[in-house]
């Protein structure tokens, strides 16, 4: 994915003003000429909005942008108005890009260029709250699905307007996709249209490489669609597709639109891969500022050309000074990326252990899995986009005396194959699970990756132990426990950022199954948290009611998430009659809830104040949005002393 990690390209950036495309539209020049002049001139915008937000996709936005840019110019009648046509990406990805050219015609607001991925702005992957989306995306294949309701409900209410969804192409590998395609045909839905965004590639390599569509539009013409194929960057040939679906009265439509990925930055397009290059560059995250003013120069200058062959010849770009790098500050400690510990733990068990085989879905970048496919390639299965597919391919090798490790982001695997781990939880078979990019941060992809629902899921599993580390030591030790001795499942939640350690690890440290290890003493009360980010806080948290005078906090690292040892809590929380919790997911099924149960059982139960993250995960910067959950260490501190009295 590569964008978790948010990187602003510093120094001076360009972007068009919202004038400029005004006066595009008013120029006397052809349809596909001024669509053209406006998707490039939304590339440019959305370049800016990236490299100033440090991460997102430039690859999918800038291979959708033609398609966009004409739907909305000339495709969509009643655009923008309550009961006009609708619009909407299946995928997420392309949000740049669409944001740019709601901005540049008017449906945003200009100054909405400088939120991408902030506080209160536009959020990482298409939300409701922002005005002009329809419908919530980033978690893929639900698309076509919603596009059915929406022309169902129109059909019955006696509403005409057609409905256009642009789905990926490795969006195709998840079966909803496919179920949603026969109905949709045996009910008429002739006001639906379906657009591919075929750019042969799936978050870092292509498609044919990871599961293969063979002929796709045979496919969706076996199930009945009306079916066309078109060059996706030629205005007029997406003109006359759109036509003909429109002309379509009896089926709904599909038009696979060949692609490229990173069009109109020529290093940025896929096609300008070498041969033995496995992984595209610029999927996702932010461009060096080299790269951004590479990028930024030649798509102004096509944009400079555009622009004379529709009579403007005066434009110039804004210029906007986002500061010099600022010195990197010292340290206070080391910073660890639990991924890293994890990848290397996993290779030295597989090098003992020759039953362990990893199962990736498409994630082979953020799950830390590319060395164990270097080192054992026949024992790495790439199961694509398809978490459901993936997880029953894992009982099978667990059925077969394979110990199977499946690996994906936790906002994903967890929730969308809960059927297909539940049957296997049933039969007791052996799965180690690994969800990475799990809990509130990083917090700029927005809810539909941020993994706060996960330990729930899993914790309800029969014969099922869920962890989550807080620094390197315990991620290999944790790694080692699920696969080597711990005798059933386990689900590891993992951080995918290098966070700064600021804690010595205890001397003498060793995994205790079912037990927590203090990092630092207190005489007040005891405050139990889990994972390398909210460990810090909690941490600093406790240093901030310090330095006001009291409480003296007790932090405890508890990793356990649902098997916590009952006598060894007790002992924890003996003489103590308020203990707090931080949890780094939803109230309802986290640590919280589980220490709860068993607190509850004592004798003389202390009272139990929980921290969690409440309502929507927000989208932003990481540190405002721990602050706008009031989970940050200044907002921990003040309800720790509040929730003492």
Same mark, same amino acid.
Request: charged share 20%; hydrophobic share 40%.
């Given at each position: 994915m590569g964008d978790l990690i948010t990187q602003t390209v510093e120094g001076r950036l360009f972007r068009a003003d919202t004038a400029l495309f005004d006066r595009v539209g008013r120029s006397n020049g052809s349809p596909e000429a001024k669509a053209a002049a406006i998707a490039d001139l939304a590339r440019f915008n959305a370049l800016y909005m990236i490299a100033r937000a440090g991460s997102g996709h430039i690859g999918s936005t800038f291979s959708s942008l033609d398609i966009v840019a004409w739907l909305h110019l000339e495709a969509m009648a009643g655009d923008g108005l309550p009961d006009g046509d609708l619009y909407f990406s299946s995928k997420g990805h392309d949000s740049p890009g669409l944001y740019a050219v709601m901005i540049g015609l008017g449906r945003l607001p200009e100054a909405s260029l400088d939120l991408l991925r902030r506080l209160d702005g536009l959020p990482g992957h298409p939300d409701i709250d922002t005005p002009g989306i329809v419908t919530n995306t980033g978690s893929l294949g639900m698309g076509i699905s919603k596009a059915k309701g929406i022309a169902l409900a129109d059909r019955i209410l006696g509403r005409d307007r057609r409905v256009y969804v642009l789905t990926g192409d490795g969006e195709l590998q998840e079966g909803q996709i496919w179920e949603s395609l026969p109905s949709a045909v045996n009910q008429g839905l002739d006001r639906v249209t379906v657009i591919v965004d075929h750019n042969k590639l799936q978050s870092d390599s292509l498609v044919a490489r990871t599961s293969d569509l063979g002929d796709l539009p045979a496919k969706f013409a076996a199930f009945g669609w009306h079916v066309q194929r078109v060059d996706g960057h030629d205005m007029a040939a997406i003109g006359a597709a759109l036509a003909n679906a429109r002309a379509e009265t009896a089926r709904p439509s599909v038009i696979v639109a060949d692609t490229v990925k990173g069009k109109g930055v020529s290093f940025m397009e896929h096609t300008a891969m070498a041969d033995d290059q496995l992984y595209y560059r610029y999927h996702s995250g932010a461009p060096s500022a080299d790269d951004y003013r590479r990028a930024a120069d030649e798509i102004w200058d096509r944009v400079l050309s555009r622009l004379g062959e529709l009579g403007i010849t005066d434009a110039s770009p804004v210029s906007i000074d986002t500061g010099a790098s600022a010195p990197a500050a010292a340290a206070a400690g080391p910073r660890e990326r639990m991924i890293d510990s994890y990848s290397a733990t996993l290779l030295a068990c597989a090098e003992r252990d020759r039953r362990i085989v990893a199962l990736d879905a498409d994630l082979i970048l953020d799950t830390g899995l590319i060395p164990f496919r270097d080192r054992f390639p026949e024992r790495f299965v790439e199961c694509g986009i398809a978490e459901q597919d993936m997880v029953s391919q894992a009982c099978g090798l667990a059925i077969a005396g394979m110990l199977p490790v499946a690996n994906s982001f936790a906002c994903f695997l967890t929730p969308r194959a809960n059927e297909q781990i539940y049957n296997a939880a049933t039969e007791r078979r052996k799965i180690v699970y690994m969800g990475s990019l799990a809990g509130l941060i990083p917090a700029g992809p927005g809810h539909s990756h941020q993994g706060t629902r996960d330990i729930a899921v899993m914790g309800s599993m029969p014969h099922m132990t869920v962890v989550e580390p807080g620094f390197a030591a315990e991620c290999e030790a944790l790694t080692r426990w699920c696969l080597e001795d711990n005798p059933a499942g386990a689900y590891i939640r993992l951080c995918p950022l290098p966070v700064e350690r600021g804690f010595d690890v205890p001397a003498g440290y060793s995994l205790r199954p079912g037990q927590g290890t203090t990092l630092r003493e207190g005489s007040d009360t005891v405050l139990f948290a889990y994972g390398p980010i909210f460990l810090a806080e909690a941490l600093k948290a406790a240093a901030?009611? +310090? &330095?006001?005078?009291?409480?003296? $906090?007790? *932090? *405890? @690292? !508890?990793?356990?998430?649902?098997? $916590? @040892?009952?006598?060894? !809590?007790? &002992?924890?929380?003996?003489?103590? @009659? @308020? *203990?707090?919790?931080?949890?780094?997911?939803?109230?309802?099924?986290? !640590?919280?809830?589980? /220490?709860? /149960? !068993?607190?509850? +059982?004592?004798?003389?139960?202390?009272?139990l104040h929980h921290f969690a993250v409440e309502g929507v995960p927000a989208c932003g910067r990481n540190d405002e949005v721990l602050a706008r959950h009031r989970l940050d260490a200044g907002s921990l501190a003040a309800r720790i002393r509040a929730g003492l009295g």
């Amino acid at each position: 994915m590569g964008d978790l990690i948010t990187q602003t390209v510093e120094g001076r950036l360009f972007r068009a003003d919202t004038a400029l495309f005004d006066r595009v539209g008013r120029s006397n020049g052809s349809p596909e000429a001024k669509a053209a002049a406006i998707a490039d001139l939304a590339r440019f915008n959305a370049l800016y909005m990236i490299a100033r937000a440090g991460s997102g996709h430039i690859g999918s936005t800038f291979s959708s942008l033609d398609i966009v840019a004409w739907l909305h110019l000339e495709a969509m009648a009643g655009d923008g108005l309550p009961d006009g046509d609708l619009y909407f990406s299946s995928k997420g990805h392309d949000s740049p890009g669409l944001y740019a050219v709601m901005i540049g015609l008017g449906r945003l607001p200009e100054a909405s260029l400088d939120l991408l991925r902030r506080l209160d702005g536009l959020p990482g992957h298409p939300d409701i709250d922002t005005p002009g989306i329809v419908t919530n995306t980033g978690s893929l294949g639900m698309g076509i699905s919603k596009a059915k309701g929406i022309a169902l409900a129109d059909r019955i209410l006696g509403r005409d307007r057609r409905v256009y969804v642009l789905t990926g192409d490795g969006e195709l590998q998840e079966g909803q996709i496919w179920e949603s395609l026969p109905s949709a045909v045996n009910q008429g839905l002739d006001r639906v249209t379906v657009i591919v965004d075929h750019n042969k590639l799936q978050s870092d390599s292509l498609v044919a490489r990871t599961s293969d569509l063979g002929d796709l539009p045979a496919k969706f013409a076996a199930f009945g669609w009306h079916v066309q194929r078109v060059d996706g960057h030629d205005m007029a040939a997406i003109g006359a597709a759109l036509a003909n679906a429109r002309a379509e009265t009896a089926r709904p439509s599909v038009i696979v639109a060949d692609t490229v990925k990173g069009k109109g930055v020529s290093f940025m397009e896929h096609t300008a891969m070498a041969d033995d290059q496995l992984y595209y560059r610029y999927h996702s995250g932010a461009p060096s500022a080299d790269d951004y003013r590479r990028a930024a120069d030649e798509i102004w200058d096509r944009v400079l050309s555009r622009l004379g062959e529709l009579g403007i010849t005066d434009a110039s770009p804004v210029s906007i000074d986002t500061g010099a790098s600022a010195p990197a500050a010292a340290a206070a400690g080391p910073r660890e990326r639990m991924i890293d510990s994890y990848s290397a733990t996993l290779l030295a068990c597989a090098e003992r252990d020759r039953r362990i085989v990893a199962l990736d879905a498409d994630l082979i970048l953020d799950t830390g899995l590319i060395p164990f496919r270097d080192r054992f390639p026949e024992r790495f299965v790439e199961c694509g986009i398809a978490e459901q597919d993936m997880v029953s391919q894992a009982c099978g090798l667990a059925i077969a005396g394979m110990l199977p490790v499946a690996n994906s982001f936790a906002c994903f695997l967890t929730p969308r194959a809960n059927e297909q781990i539940y049957n296997a939880a049933t039969e007791r078979r052996k799965i180690v699970y690994m969800g990475s990019l799990a809990g509130l941060i990083p917090a700029g992809p927005g809810h539909s990756h941020q993994g706060t629902r996960d330990i729930a899921v899993m914790g309800s599993m029969p014969h099922m132990t869920v962890v989550e580390p807080g620094f390197a030591a315990e991620c290999e030790a944790l790694t080692r426990w699920c696969l080597e001795d711990n005798p059933a499942g386990a689900y590891i939640r993992l951080c995918p950022l290098p966070v700064e350690r600021g804690f010595d690890v205890p001397a003498g440290y060793s995994l205790r199954p079912g037990q927590g290890t203090t990092l630092r003493e207190g005489s007040d009360t005891v405050l139990f948290a889990y994972g390398p980010i909210f460990l810090a806080e909690a941490l600093k948290a406790a240093a901030l009611c +310090a &330095e006001a005078g009291g409480p003296s $906090v007790r *932090v *405890v @690292d !508890l990793p356990w998430l649902n098997s $916590v @040892d009952p006598d060894w !809590l007790a &002992e924890s929380v003996a003489g103590h @009659d @308020d *203990v707090f919790v931080l949890d780094n997911h939803f109230p309802l099924g986290g !640590l919280g809830g589980h /220490l709860g /149960l !068993l607190l509850g +059982a004592l004798p003389a139960p202390p009272r139990l104040h929980h921290f969690a993250v409440e309502g929507v995960p927000a989208c932003g910067r990481n540190d405002e949005v721990l602050a706008r959950h009031r989970l940050d260490a200044g907002s921990l501190a003040a309800r720790i002393r509040a929730g003492l009295g």
